[in-house]
């Protein structure tokens, strides 16, 4: 495995038929594991990249005390099978200082997980084209249980014309069906029993949809099982429409993204589910 440091190196890695990239700010777990192998089917190259992105903190002091822990992620991705890491320092990616210009996400930045953090998805699409140009891949995979950025990520190479295709790995849960996530070390053992509710919610709306509902019933089915949760501050339950993160309404059909976010505690979680709204006059009914 190689660890490369500067775009120059980055040009000069000989290419395999099919590059896959993984983008990550380091401090690697479970869930990023769970990108490599699933780069690791697509590609025969797998080239990950460790940089910590200062353009998509709100506050400074988060971006300070971000994990920095390069031998430890190192450790992780050599038995992986990973051909390159390409970890640069904030010089590389950034020697002029903060960009002049930058990526707008749009209408995608500025709701739900965007309106929390403004300017958040900007950061995120800003460095995520740079790390497309340098890396040149064939494939990049996004974590699906990162929906908005999913989302935000597949604009991006739609509507710029990005030569590269997006696929994402599943969202990775406990037995519980808690979906893995760093934050939840935060939670004390209630804690967690009270957030399972949200993949609860989230799978009973998915049920209800495949039952043939509208959206309403769907959304209402999850929303039941939020509200009846003692202990859960419910940030957001919506419905998206995938292509613009949109909300979609009663009329909608075809796939949506349920996501939901709720602080537990101190902690705040997000998950999400993929389904199909193709309402019939039975499913409605349930
Ligand atoms: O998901 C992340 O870890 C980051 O947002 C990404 C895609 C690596 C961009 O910095």
């Known amino acids: 495995m190689r660890l490369i440091r500067t775009a120059a190196d980055l040009a000069a890695l000989p290419r395999g ?6 983008m990550t700010m380091g401090a690697l777990h ?31 002091a988060d971006y300070d005390s971000y994990p920095r822990t390069l031998d430890a992620d190192l450790a992780l991705l050599e038995p992986l099978g990973v051909d390159a890491v390409f970890a640069p320092e904030d010089a590389e990616m950034y020697p002029h200082g903060e960009p002049v210009v930058t990526v707008s996400s749009g209408v995608i ?23 497309l140009h340098l890396t040149a891949p064939d494939v990049a ?7 908005q950025q999913v989302i935000a990520v597949k ?38 029993k009270r957030a399972l509710a949200l993949n609860r919610a989230l799978a009973s709306a998915a049920r209800t949809a495949e039952y043939g509902a509208t959206l309403t019933t769907t959304l209402k ?7 009846a949760q003692d202990g859960l501050d419910v940030d957001y339950f919506a419905a998206l429409d995938p292509a613009d993160a949109s909300e979609a309404n009663d009329d909608y ?13 101190a902690t705040r979680l997000i998950d999400n589910i993929t389904t199909r709204i193709a309402p019939s006059a039975e499913g409605d009914q349930r």
């Not at 869930?31 to 400074?60: C, M, S, W, Y």
């Not at 796939?255 to 976010?261: I, N, S, Y």
């Open 17 to 22: 038929e099919r590059r896959v990239v993984v």
């Open 221 to 227: 089915a999850g929303r039941d099982i939020l509200d």
């Open 141 to 147: 995979v996004f974590g699906a249980k990162d929906a």
């Open 253 to 265: 059909r075809g796939e949506v993204v349920l996501a939901v976010a709720a602080r537990v505690g």
């Open 109 to 131: 930045g500025r709701v739900l997980e965007g309106a929390a953090r403004p300017g958040h998805f900007d950061g995120v699409l800003t460095v995520v084209a740079k790390l």
């Open 30 to 60: 479970e869930g990023h594991l769970a990108l490599i192998r699933r780069a690791k089917e697509l590609g025969d190259q797998v080239v990950v990249t460790i940089f910590v992105n200062p353009l998509q903190f709100d506050e400074a």
């Open 155 to 192: 604009a991006l190479v739609r509507d710029l014309n990005f030569s590269v295709e997006i696929a994402t790995a599943s969202t990775v849960r406990d037995d519980d069906g808690l979906a893995r996530s760093s934050r939840n070390v935060f939670l004390s053992p209630d804690e967690r």
